[in-house]
Nanobody, 115 residues
Framework: QVQLVESGGGLVQPGGSLRLSCAASGFTFRRYAMNWYRQAPGKERELVAIIGSDGGSTNYGASVKGRFGISRDNTKNTVYLQMNNLKPEDTAVYYC????????WGQGTQVTVSS
């Protein structure tokens, strides 16, 4: 079965950095685009970043463009989200997502940006 397991969240000060990881299993990882979403309290889930199956194409939400970077390692079945210059408004639960006939989600990892 498809499994997505996020890690790497935590508490960081404004201006700091974090790298999230998502380990995937149960499907042929290299064939699928992968996505990161986030959801802040009281807000709808928001698309953060997308990466194509071979890593050659990426796209970002307007609020994170220039600060976040998505990448993947198809030998490790893992997708990453490098988050730099973090702001308090980046505080959210971050989810890994894959669409394989339907949406699959990880359990999420909490990122809190606060001084």
């Amino acid at each position: 079965q498809v499994q997505l397991v996020e890690s790497g969240g935590g508490l960081v000060q404004p201006g700091g950095s974090l790298r999230l990881s998502c380990a995937a299993s149960g499907f042929t990882f290299r064939r699928y685009a992968m996505n990161w979403y986030r959801q802040a309290p009281g807000k709808e889930r928001e698309l953060v970043a997308i990466i194509g199956s071979d890593g050659g194409s990426t796209n970002y939400g307007a609020s994170v463009k220039g600060r976040f970077g998505i990448s993947r390692d198809n030998t490790k079945n893992t997708v990453y989200l490098q988050m730099n210059n973090l702001k308090p408004e980046d505080t959210a639960v971050y989810y890994c997502n894959a669409y394989i006939a339907k949406n699959y989600w990880g359990q999420g990892t909490q990122v809190t940006v606060s001084s």
